[in-house]
């Protein structure tokens, strides 16, 4: 069984600066992609960002530009580096383990999420 542990989330002015990261712990698979999701208050849970096992990353066309996301095998850790947020950024983020692909659904393992809010 996979656990994923996300930290880093705080409050930032717009403009500023996070680094999220996900701690994975338990066995692993490397055979899927491990990715960051979204959800703000009253909205549907939406796709961040993925990264292959080789190192291939897909971004929502609205962080494309800002946010880099990385991982770590040798570590187990995950990291997705924000940039610019903006305050349509806010929202509480998770850390998922499952295909490589945009889609929530396909996501196997989930974290607790970790609150990100952006001020005007």
């Known amino acids: 069984q996979v656990q994923l542990v996300e930290s880093g989330g705080g409050l930032v002015q717009s403009g500023g600066s996070l680094r999220l990261s996900c701690a994975i712990s338990?066995?692993?698979?490397?055979?899927?992609?491990m990715g960051w999701f979204r959800q703000a208050p009253g909205k549907e849970r939406e796709f961040v960002s993925a990264?292959?096992?080789?190192?291939?990353?897909l971004y929502q066309d609205s962080v494309k530009g800002r946010f880099t996301i990385s991982i770590d095998y040798t570590k187990n850790m995950v990291y997705v580096q924000m940039n610019n947020l903006k305050p349509e950024d806010t929202a509480v983020y998770y850390c998922?383990?499952?295909?490589?692909?945009?889609?929530?659904?396909?996501?196997?393992?989930w974290g607790q999420g970790t609150q990100v809010t952006v001020s005007s």
């Open positions: 998922a383990q499952g295909p490589f692909s945009m889609e929530p659904s396909r996501y196997r393992y």
């Open positions: 338990g066995r692993t698979d490397r055979y899927y992609a």
């Open positions: 990264i292959s096992m080789t190192g291939s990353a």
